[in-house]
T-cell receptor, first 113, second 115 residues
């Protein structure tokens, strides 16, 4: 019974395409996040949502658009994919304002060719 | 601004050696939380420990131990009697109480344990 599940696990696509990554958590957490891990393994936050409200948008190109239909889901849509978007994208969730730490999904490896 | 520095990019040891991974952090908050995560070759991020800024007690969990020292802003991680399965990238991370709770990660230390 996966706590934070994201799909797909692997995504290979051509430049210029539009793609989405889905994330769902069954932990009852208030806050969800998207992190990007680049080829050097550096992890950086992209977005966070608290109860469907966007609270962090960290200088991410506007080709990236998160959507949170409810507090258990946070999807990431990427328009006009570029080679530099190739990375591993992690979804995570946490209880807000508690510093309890995150539960991460298993990651989506996006490869743009 | 918050910052986490893991100065060791890569460490290689032989099985059964002890190894310490360093983590130094910067923050202006008085209430904050520190974490260690493990990322094995399979790629998932595995939570190891969370420590709040008011609790400076060291912690031991099996072969793992953590040394938190506010005076030097460090939160170091020691693996005793390392094993091949400990080979992974280890991340130290920081967040603060309230607000967005975003995690700020260090750049990670790649640990290779050779048989």
């Amino acid at each position: 019974d996966t706590a934070v599940s994201q799909t797909p696990k692997y995504l290979v696509t051509q430049m210029g395409n539009d793609k989405s990554i889905k994330c769902e958590q069954n932990l009852g957490h208030d806050t969800m996040y998207w992190y990007k891990q680049d080829s050097k393994k550096f992890l950086k936050i992209m977005f966070s949502y608290n109860n469907k409200e966007l609270i962090i948008n960290e200088t991410v190109p506007n080709r990236f658009s998160p959507k949170s239909p409810d507090k258990a889901h946070l999807n990431l849509h990427i328009n006009s994919l570029e080679l530099g978007d190739s990375a591993v994208y992690f979804c995570a969730s946490s209880q807000a304002r508690a510093g309890y730490g995150y539960t991460f999904g298993s990651g989506t490896r996006l490869t743009v060719v | 601004a918050q910052k986490v520095t893991q100065a060791q990019t890569e460490i290689s040891v032989v099985e059964k050696e002890d190894v310490t991974l360093d983590c130094v952090y910067e923050t202006r908050d008085t209430t904050y939380y520190l974490f260690w995560y493990k990322q094995p070759p399979s790629g998932e991020l595995v939570f190891l420990i969370r420590r709040n800024s008011f609790d400076e007690q060291n912690e031991i969990s099996g072969r793992y131990s953590w040394n938190f020292q506010k005076s030097t802003s460090s939160f170091n991680f020691t693996i005793t009697a390392s094993q091949v399965v400990d080979s992974a990238v280890y991340f130290c991370a920081l967040t603060h109480q309230g607000g967005s709770e975003k995690l700020v990660f260090g750049k990670g230390t790649k640990l290779t344990v050779n048989p």
